[in-house]
């Protein structure tokens, strides 16, 4: 994630370069050392602005004012998680041939899940992607559903995971066949993330970002109002960077 003022975010990278083959007393070519660049403009914004009535903002507390904030800045992350999860043209499609089935989308069920789960970390492997799985972890977001069907699974199999799954039950976030498991409801209709952390660019305006702005007898189109605008606004870009953008999927469930 980039926490900047900058309105373009730019990832500089090489190129890589051809092995060369030959035999002995046999000439070579040098291969260029060629650096490139990608870039992605910050150019998209979510804002909340709220209108507090001046005898609303009298009769309310100062913890009902903290909450208010609470639930706007909250209201606002929640809209930024929506954002990601939408922006799945960015990943790589992930369907039901890469389990072993025929092509079209996945029906998640207790006995396919941990198949799933092993297909994406082959798919990373075969994306060249095996050290930075190793150094960053991988993931999965599923839907409540499929969360409930990955609990089953792991209840059912494994003396020392039973256990653990039945006395304390399991969390969102927890690690399970070397992947972390999280769980969201704002995912677009048909589509789960999945794959390697911390490759999947964010960038946040940092002067924008939970800085909020009062105004006094805000004006509407039917005129000023008497009270107080709160407003709060999060300026922010996604992007999956040339090299990295193969280990990311687009699960396509049913």
Same mark, same amino acid.
């Given at each position: 994630?980039?926490?900047?003022?900058?309105?373009?975010?730019?990832?500089?990278? #090489?190129?890589?370069?051809?092995?060369?083959?030959?035999?002995?007393? @046999?000439?070579?070519? #040098? =291969?260029?050392?060629?650096?490139?660049?990608?870039? *992605?403009?910050?150019?998209?914004?979510?804002?909340?602005? !709220?209108? *507090?009535?001046?005898?609303?903002?009298? =009769?309310?507390?100062?913890?009902?004012?903290?909450?208010?904030?609470?639930? =706007?800045?909250?209201?606002?992350?929640?809209? *930024?998680?929506?954002? !990601?999860?939408?922006? #799945?043209?960015?990943?790589?499609?992930?369907?039901?041939?890469?389990?072993? &089935? @025929?092509?079209?989308?996945?029906?998640?069920?207790?006995?396919?899940?941990?198949?799933?789960?092993?297909?994406?970390?082959?798919?990373?492997?075969?994306?060249?992607?095996?050290?930075?799985?190793?150094?960053?972890?991988?993931?999965?977001?599923?839907?409540?559903?499929?969360?409930?069907?990955?609990?089953?699974?792991? =209840?059912?199999?494994?003396?020392?995971?039973?256990?653990?799954?039945?006395k304390d039950g399991t969390v969102a976030g927890m690690r399970y066949m070397g992947v972390d498991h999280y769980v969201s409801n704002s995912h677009t209709a048909g589509h789960?993330?999945?794959?390697?952390?911390?490759?999947?660019?964010?960038?946040?305006?940092?002067?924008?970002?939970?800085?909020?702005?009062?105004?006094?007898?805000?004006?509407?189109? @039917?005129?000023?109002?008497?009270? *107080?605008?709160?407003?709060?606004?999060?300026?922010?870009?996604?992007?999956?960077?040339?090299?990295? &953008?193969?280990?990311?999927?687009?699960?396509?469930?049913?």
């Amino acid at each position: 994630m980039s926490y900047t003022n900058s309105r373009v975010l730019h990832n500089p990278y #090489h190129t890589d370069p051809a092995v060369q083959s030959g035999t002995r007393g @046999s000439a070579y070519t #040098h =291969q260029n050392y060629v650096l490139a660049d990608e870039s *992605i403009t910050i150019n998209t914004f979510k804002i909340l602005p !709220m209108l *507090i009535d001046r005898a609303d903002l009298a =009769q309310t507390t100062y913890t009902d004012q903290m909450e208010m904030a609470d639930k =706007q800045a909250t209201l606002l992350d929640e809209s *930024i998680e929506t954002a !990601m999860l939408a922006a #799945h043209a960015d990943w790589t499609n992930f369907d039901n041939a890469a389990i072993g &089935g @025929s092509a079209g989308n996945i029906t998640v069920s207790t006995s396919n899940i941990d198949d799933i789960i092993r297909a994406l970390k082959r798919e990373v492997r075969e994306a060249n992607g095996q050290s930075i799985m190793n150094r960053n972890g991988m993931f999965i977001v599923w839907r409540a559903a499929d969360f409930e069907k990955l609990e089953a699974f792991v =209840q059912a199999n494994g003396f020392s995971t039973a256990d653990m799954a039945l006395k304390d039950g399991t969390v969102a976030g927890m690690r399970y066949m070397g992947v972390d498991h999280y769980v969201s409801n704002s995912h677009t209709a048909g589509h789960v993330f999945a794959g390697v952390k911390n490759t999947y660019h964010l960038g946040i305006v940092k002067d924008t970002y939970g800085q909020v702005t009062i105004d006094q007898e805000p004006a509407t189109s @039917s005129g000023a109002v008497s009270g *107080i605008g709160v407003v709060s606004r999060v300026d922010y870009a996604f992007k999956a960077w040339n090299k990295t &953008g193969g280990v990311l999927f687009d699960v396509l469930v049913a």
